[in-house]
């Protein structure tokens, strides 16, 4: 056995699948006193399986404990407000025009539920499970992908690895770092804006364990689709959108 083959067999993925579901949890529905409030109670790598290495991951972290630390120790009515406005803008109301979900990052016409969220629903088919209501939260909304993320690394299986390596490369390393600069770009309150940037630095760190744990390096890129990529990804301000939502899975 090799250094690498030794380095594999030690990494399990069963812990991975709670980060998954407490990163969705911010991008589920409105931040909720009880929630915050656990959070509060140490630093959100306490929390995490999976260590913080790149600088890019750190700064996420360290800025999501600041802007928790931000927080009026006795969230008031004002501040709730303010947070579950801020969610309605990003998440419901498209105010700032950043869509949740991948149809509308991957797709020139930059529409919902296209090509992108039936290649997400096909990989949810094989391990038999699905969205709650499509028409309401896509399949391709991150959360759905989160959690169904979740569930390949629950399974901590050599296939469901492998999926989930599979999962990152062409359902959401495609568009989920895109979507936390632009919340990073647009939204007001901090702890959104740091919750985004550490879902997208936690799956990258994730993709990189997981080349650890399988063998299988990431996708090269190409420099020559790069650009005209990041203009299918630059989101028109003046098209209306409205995302929806639903309960969790």
């Known amino acids: 056995m090799t250094a690498t ?24 529905r409105e931040l909720e006193p009880e929630f915050l409030s656990g959070l509060r109670k140490g630093k959100i790598t306490e929390f995490l399986s999976v260590s913080m290495e790149s600088d890019t991951a750190i700064q996420a972290a360290n800025n999501l404990d600041a802007a928790l630390a931000l927080l009026p120790s006795a969230l008031g009515e004002t501040m709730l407000d303010a947070l579950a406005a801020e969610y ?37 088919s094989k391990y038999d499970v699905k969205a709650p ?17 979740s569930v390949l690394c629950e399974l901590d299986t050599k296939q469901s690895a492998l999926d989930a390596v599979a999962f990152l490369d062409q359902c959401m390393l495609v568009w989920i770092p ?34 650890v744990a399988t063998g299988i390096a990431r996708p090269a890129e190409d420099p020559e689709t790069d650009e005209d990529t990041a203009r299918v990804y630059d989101i028109d301000l003046d098209r209306p959108f409205a995302p929806g939502t639903s309960e969790s899975w």
Request: glycine letters at 0%.
């Open 88 to 124: 309605a803008n990003i998440y419901l109301c498209h105010n700032y025009r950043i869509a949740p979900t991948g149809s509308v990052w991957l797709t020139e016409e930059k529409l919902e539920r296209q090509e992108p969220m039936f290649a997400v629903r096909e990989w949810y």
């Open 5 to 28: 083959d030794e380095n594999a067999a030690k990494i399990t993925l069963k812990p991975i699948a709670d980060d998954l579901r407490l990163l969705a949890r911010f991008h589920d």
């Open 133 to 149: 209501d499509w028409r309401i939260r896509p399949d391709d909304h991150i959360v759905h992908e989160l959690q169904f993320l």
């Open 178 to 211: 895109d979507f936390a600069n632009a919340v990073s770009e647009r939204a007001l309150e901090p702890i959104y804006i740091a919750s985004a940037s550490l879902t997208a630095a936690y799956l990258e760190e994730l993709r990189d364990l997981l080349e």
